[in-house]
């Protein structure tokens, strides 16, 4: 799922009550992806990979295929380089 789209729901009472919720919902399943995963997504992060000499820096960036199934183990890419949550040693959001 991408967390900057969702479903609005229009069977609010209060105009504002719809968006806010929305909001709520999709930062409630970014937080629940990141979790999962073990990632810092939309922020500058310094990442260590198993298999990459030097420490990465910058957004890291979710590769999302639609066709693959709901629990399928997510791609990353950071500085063209593309991995796996099983490669990332260490994850630090840089501010």
């Known amino acids: 799922m991408a967390f900057d789209q969702g ?13 806010r919720r929305w909001r709520e919902r999709l930062d409630e399943e ?9 990632v810092v997504l939309g922020k500058r992060v ?11 820096s910058g957004l890291l960036e979710w590769l999302r295929n639609p066709g ?8 990353f890419r950071l500085r063209g380089v593309e991995f796996g949550p099983g490669e990332i ?3 630090v959001r840089e501010d």
């Open 7 to 19: 479903e609005f729901d229009f069977n609010v009472a209060s105009g504002g009550d719809g968006y």
């Open 30 to 38: 970014k937080r629940a992806f990141e979790s999962r995963w073990g």
């Open 46 to 56: 310094c990442v260590i990979l198993t298999n990459h000499e030097k420490p990465l």
């Open 68 to 75: 693959d199934p709901a629990n399928a183990e997510p791609r």
């Open 89 to 91: 040693q260490s994850i």
